[in-house]
Structures are given as structure tokens and as C-alpha cells.
């Protein structure tokens, strides 16, 4: 598959969409970020229902299409910014026209829910950014929302994790896909589901059960993935629950025994998911991965530059 690899850096004056495609936010929450995108001298737009109500949703499956419909069909937005995840991304996946992200092709950052738009824009051979969202950017850290804008503005960075007697050394070069384990695992059966191979796969997740994620991860290896990967990062594994009757693994030792026959870089505790330090990542760019005694690094830059954060 051949991705776009050119997606516009933003520079001050750009104008960035914020929308809501799932759940309600709170209007404190969406003027906070907009005033954090101002500050970096980017102008703001708030699609019309992005802090209404309807039920769960921040508005009908007709009004929340139509907001980020309006975001991708805009040529003066240069990055859709979805507020928060939740659930209803899936509800409207199918309906949204997608050719104008082709054809003037915009960064659209989110990360749990929003994991529905980064696998169909991977299939489509289009970047997105796995990134933090206006809900969280009150409790991030500066590295969260410094990678954020890096991403954003075309710069190099990269992403250290920390050592861990789990984490299994090696290097590996790959395009980077994934997300919300949760999302991944529904998305097995779609028949847009793109394309694993060579590429370096991340996960994370939010209050699963342990065996939840194990079935969700014995899915992935009998698709094939796990075949397919050069390398996984596993990053935040946030508030975990075990049965009365504990599973007998951890999460570490889940992906390690389903890995057991594979020599790929493997590393626990990757500061990326549902955390307050949730860096960005360019999902759909090839990115530079290594694993060592001193931690592991996800480079997205040129080879020479510095691991830095």
C-alpha cells in the first residue's frame, strides 16, 4: 500500500476544527483546549454540536457526521481535532466520505474511540495522530502535549519508554499502526481491515478485564497479526481488573507467551494510551524501534537525530 506521506505541517495562522464524533463533552473542557491552540497562534473553529447532548452522544448520528464531514470537506482546516472518545465513532465510520482526506489530506488526532478513524484512514494509506484530546489536556503532561504539536508542526521527536525486565530487546523498522486494543479487536472482521504487514503494532486499553484482554489478543494471533508485526508496543494498561478467581497472567506475560516463538522488539509501559502522559504518535509513518537494556524508543525522525521525548 502506498500512504500519503506528505501531510501539511501546521503553522501559526492554520485554522484546527474541533468536533465531538462520539460522546458529550463539556463546553469548559473544549474552550480550555482552544484556548491551548490559540496560545501556539492557531486559529479555532468548534463544530456546531461538538458540546451539545443527545443521550450519550454529543448529538444524533446525522449531527455528528455532519460536523466532522464539515471538518474534512473544509480546505482551510488543517487538523481535526476530535475532543474525546467514549463510544460512537463506529456509528458514523461508514457514512463519512473520506476522498477529501485523499485528496487535501489533514491530520485528524484522537485516540480510544477515535481508533475506528485511524484504522479506516491506515487502510486508506492516510497518517493520523494518536494523540491526546481536549478532555485530557487539563491533566496532561508538558511531554503529552509538547509531542502533540511537534506532530503537528512536522518536527522530529521521539518517545522513550522505560526498561523492564519484560521488555524484550531488538530493533526493528516499520509503519506504525494500532490503538485501543478494544477497537482493533472489533474491527477483525471488517472488510476494510488494513493491511498488518512489516508494520510495528501499538496497543492500549482502559478497565479490561485480564481475560478480556487475552481474548482479544488470542483474536489477533489467529488472524495472522501476529505473524505479520516487526514489533509491538504495548503502552498503557490502565486499571486493569482481574476475576475472583485470578487469570494467572499479567498483562506483560499474556503478550510475551503469545510472542514466545517470535524474535521481535517488545516493550511494557510505553507512555502512550489512557494515561496523563499520553505522547503523540504518527500512526501510518515508518518510525525507527528499538529496545535495549536502558528502555525502548520510537523515533520519528531521521535516523541521526538524538532519541529525545
Request: net charge negative.
Amino acid at each position: 500500500m502506498s500512504f500519503i506521506t506528505d501531510i501539511p505541517c501546521l503553522k501559526p495562522g492554520d485554522l484546527v476544527y474541533i468536533t465531538a464524533p462520539a460522546k458529550s463533552i463539556d463546553e469548559l473542557s473544549v474552550q480550555y483546549a482552544k484556548t491551548v491552540f490559540e496560545e501556539r497562534g492557531y486559529r479555532v473553529m468548534i463544530s456546531p454540536h461538538c458540546t451539545g447532548t443527545h443521550h450519550y452522544f454529543s448529538g444524533t448520528d446525522e449531527e455528528r457526521l455532519r460536523d466532522l464531514q464539515a471538518g474534512i470537506d473544509d480546505p482551510d482546516v488543517k487538523a481535526i481535532v476530535c475532543a474525546r472518545g467514549g463510544y460512537g465513532c463506529v456509528r458514523i465510520t461508514d457514512s463519512i466520505k473520506w476522498a477529501g482526506m485523499l485528496t487535501q489530506p489533514k491530520w485528524l488526532v484522537g485516540f480510544s474511540d477515535v481508533t475506528f478513524f485511524h484504522q479506516h484512514l491506515h487502510y486508506l494509506g492516510v497518517p493520523s495522530l494518536h494523540a491526546t484530546m481536549p478532555l485530557n489536556f487539563p491533566d496532561n503532561t508538558p511531554e503529552a502535549l509538547d509531542t502533540l504539536f511537534s506532530a503537528l508542526e512536522g518536527k522530529n521527536y521521539s518517545i522513550a519508554g522505560p526498561a523492564s525486565t519484560n521488555n524484550r530487546h531488538g530493533h526493528a523498522r516499520g509503519r506504525l499502526i494500532g490503538g485501543n486494543l478494544s477497537i482493533l479487536y472489533s474491527t477483525l472482521g471488517s472488510k476494510e481491515r488494513p493491511d498488518y504487514t512489516n508494520c510495528i503494532l501499538f496497543i492500549e486499553d482502559l478497565c479490561e478485564y485480564i481475560y478480556h484482554v487475552d481474548r482479544m489478543l488470542q483474536a489477533i494471533r489467529r488472524a495472522g497479526i501476529l505473524e505479520q508485526i516487526t514489533g509491538i508496543v504495548v503502552g498503557g494498561m490502565t486499571e486493569m481488573n482481574d476475576t475472583a478467581v485470578p487469570f494467572g497472567l499479567t498483562i506483560d506475560e499474556i503478550v510475551l507467551e503469545l510472542l514466545q516463538y517470535r524474535k521481535i522488539p517488545v516493550c511494557f509501559d510505553f507512555p502512550a494510551g489512557h494515561i496523563n502522559d499520553n505522547r503523540a504518535l504518527i500512526l501510518g509513518k515508518e518510525v525507527r524501534f528499538e529496545v535495549n537494556e536502558h528502555g525502548s524508543v520510537l523515533a520519528f525522525n531521521s535516523e541521526h537525530n538524538q532519541p529525545g521525548n
